[in-house]
């Protein structure tokens, strides 16, 4: 059965921390995405990888960074949390460039 | 304006009824399309994928119009356990844009 294992389904940070959400996927997939939702806006794509060490911006990039050093593996820092960060984070996986997303189970992060 | 817009809703609807999900989509180089599904405080989960022939699962039903640049997804006889959010997406190059979602409640 396929799997997208988010580290914390729930954290609390304070404004200024350094935020590390962590992914991992078990079904040797190529592309890896971070995505969040908040009610009113949908589903937002921060940043997404095509392969190891490959990063491309999506939509609302800005205060984000990320890491891929290891093909099942897809991190998302947050450099120095602010409160308009409080969200609920979503990383998926896709196989190929055209099919099915899977997503992890969500991490909803609180910052103060 | 959004790159995927669905209606709005909610849909409230009673047990049985038929309803329809309409969304449109602005980059003509979106080349798959799919709805999701999402219960409450869960993940997003893949419900079908969307063909310019045509598609269907049991109830449901999912159509392409490339011309028009639009989705459909058709649920007849709703059930209580359809409830739920349905999201509209549409792929291009491996990036898959979201529409908002349209909420919809059947009510027995």
């Known amino acids: 059965d396929v799997k997208v294992t988010q580290s914390s389904r729930y954290l609390v940070k304070r404004t200024g921390e350094k935020v590390f959400l962590e992914c991992v996927q078990d079904?040797?997939?190529?592309?890896m995405f971070w995505y969040r939702q908040d009610p009113g806006l949908g589903l937002r794509l921060i940043y997404f990888s095509y392969d190891v060490k490959m990063k491309e911006k999506g939509d609302i990039p800005e205060g984000y960074s990320v890491s891929r050093e290891k093909k099942e593996r897809f991190s998302l820092i947050l450099e120095s949390a602010s409160t308009n960060q409080t969200s609920m984070y979503l990383c998926?996986?896709?196989?190929?460039?055209?099919?099915?997303?899977?997503f992890g189970e969500g991490s909803r992060l609180t910052v103060l | 304006r959004k790159e995927v817009e669905q209606d709005p809703g909610p849909f409230n609807v009673p047990e049985g009824a038929t309803v329809a999900f309409n969304c449109t989509y602005s980059?003509?180089?979106?080349?798959?399309f799919f709805w999701y599904r999402q219960d409450c405080r869960k993940e997003p989960k893949l419900l079908m994928s969307v063909y310019s022939s045509g598609n269907e699962d049991g109830r449901f039903t999912a159509q392409l119009n490339r011309a028009s640049q639009y989705i459909s997804l058709l649920i007849r006889d709703s059930k209580l356990s359809d409830s739920a959010t349905y999201l509209c997406v549409g792929t291009n190059a491996g990036k898959s844009t979201f529409g908002d979602g349209t909420t919809l409640t059947v009510k027995p």
């Open positions: 980059n003509s180089a979106s080349q798959s």
């Open positions: 998926a996986s896709m196989l190929g460039q055209g099919g099915e997303l899977f």
């Open positions: 079904m040797d997939h190529e592309n």
